[in-house]
Nanobody
Framework: QVQLVESGGGLVQAGGSLRLSCAAS???????????MGWFRQDPGKQRERVAH???????YYADSAKGRFTISINNTKNTENLQMTILKPEYTAVYYC???????????????WGQGTLVTVSS
């Protein structure tokens, strides 16, 4: 079974920066590859929204609100990803979820996996 574990959320003042991290691990065997890793956010009572993702070929996607402020990076060797968030605004307050899709392990391929979420609070 593949697990995604996030870290790095917390409280930050408007205009500040925060770095989220996510590590993928498997209980048995090894992760051979991950096709897509990304980040989503969710506000209470609303649907989860994509913030950014990176494909295995290095191409990236950023939501309009993230462009110019957030940077996604992935370490394919360690199966980790980071989301560097800068110039934060109060409206960026949400629970942020790590996401991985098409994770190939020794035993099988996994689709659409989620971390447990990490709360980011931006104070005004």
């Amino acid at each position: 079974q593949v697990q995604l574990v996030e870290s790095g959320g917390g409280l930050v003042q408007a205009g500040g920066s925060l770095r989220l991290s996510c590590a993928a691990s498997v209980t048995v065997g090894t992760i051979f590859s991950i096709n897509v890793m990304g980040w989503f956010r969710q506000d209470p009572g609303k649907q989860r929204e994509r913030v950014a993702h990176m494909n295995s070929d290095g191409t990236t996607y950023y939501a309009d609100s993230a462009k110019g402020r957030f940077t996604i990076s992935i370490n394919n060797t360690k199966n980790t990803e980071n989301l560097q968030m800068t110039i934060l605004k109060p409206e960026y307050t949400a629970v942020y979820y790590c996401n991985a899709d098409q994770v190939q392990t020794m035993l099988r391929r996994y689709f659409v996996l989620w971390g447990q979420g990490t709360l980011v609070t931006v104070s005004s």
